[in-house]
């Protein structure tokens, strides 16, 4: 991986969330206990979602696959972070580096892509009730969740491939528990003014383009809301969007705010991409489950199943 352009060092230091081995050990607990939950939670959302045939409809499809992308994202950071808290040496070479700095940015923006798109389908089942079958058929459904994974993938791997001509010949060390491609610009010693740029257009595309359409499907969602007369549709409407709307919040709030601030290392800067990064993906499985009644109904059902087999 274009080991030439990265003589000088070889591996980065990752200084992680403390320099304290008693908290690194009581940390370790925690995200591994985090991890384990996200696994467990967003695994039988998709069991839930394939077996139920109620949940086979289009909003369930991108929750399922919304699931199996927490399950990728998470994956991607929380292992390291876990060795990095119980080993001495807090180490990465530049291309683990560089290829955790893929996926991060690829599954941030499949993140961003597929919130959108599960916002446009609130749009159209609330907005459109008597279209909504013929417009979010299957053919549709499967193009916008395939078309999230390659542009997500494909901005990603353009940032990655600008990133492989950068000279680290200064300080390693990296004040993050992740690689990250903010935090990897204050490391090098050459021009980074094109990967900035690259970067900013990635961010406006999927910060900015994602959110525009999340903004106008739910403008259009509250407009037809309140023209509803009966107060049981208005509830109903709203219910069918709360658990979405939570979790684009959770996302979005922390996810711009870090790629907004400089890179500094500071306390706020890891809090917040734990929270996008470490805690959304453990969230959205019980955002989903605990505020759907459909979701609880079809774990009722399964689980009354899976005891009756047992018997």
């Not at 119980?86 to 560089?98: D, F, N, P, W, Y």
């Not at 994974?149 to 901005?155: C, G, P, S």
């Not at 525009?212 to 809301?225: E, G, K, P």
């Amino acid at each position: 991986m274009a080991s030439g352009n990265h003589s000088s060092i070889t591996e980065f230091v990752l200084l992680g969330l403390s320099a304290d081995p008693q908290v690194q050990v009581l940390l370790s607990a925690l995200f591994l206990m985090i991890y384990l939950l996200t696994l467990l939670g967003n695994l039988l959302m998709i069991l839930v979602i394939h077996t139920d045939s109620n949940l086979h409809t289009p909003m369930y499809f991108f929750l399922s696959h919304l699931s199996f992308q927490d399950i990728f994202y998470s994956s991607v950071t929380v292992p390291k972070m876990l060795e990095n808290l119980l080993s001495q040496r807090k180490t990465i070479s530049v291309e683990g580096c560089l290829a955790q700095v893929f996926f991060v940015f690829a599954t941030t923006g499949v993140e961003a892509c597929l919130l959108s798109v599960m916002a446009y389908d609130r749009y159209a089942a609330i907005c459109h009730p008597l279209l909504y079958g013929r417009v979010m058929n299957k053919q549709l459904c499967g193009r916008l969740v395939w078309g999230s994974w390659v542009v997500a993938f494909l901005d990603a791997l353009v940032n990655v491939l600008l990133a492989l001509d950068l000279d680290f010949c200064e300080s390693q060390t990296i004040h993050h528990y992740s690689c990250e491609l903010p935090s990897l610009f204050p490391l090098s010693c050459s021009d980074i003014s094109t990967n900035a740029a690259m970067l900013l257009c990635s961010a406006l595309l999927h910060a900015i383009g994602t959110c525009l359409l999340i903004v106008f499907s739910y403008a259009r969602i509250v407009s037809t809301i309140l023209s509803i007369r009966s107060a049981t549709g208005k509830s109903k409407a709203f219910s069918t969007c709360s658990s979405h709307l939570t979790a684009v919040l959770l996302f979005y709030g922390s996810a711009i705010a870090r790629y907004l601030m400089p890179t500094s290392g500071s306390p706020l800067e890891l809090i917040l991409s734990i929270q996008y990064s470490v805690i959304t993906p453990m969230l959205n499985p019980l955002i989903y489950s605990l505020k759907n009644k459909e979701v609880k109904t079809a774990l009722r059902r399964m689980t009354l199943n899976y005891l009756q087999c047992l018997r």
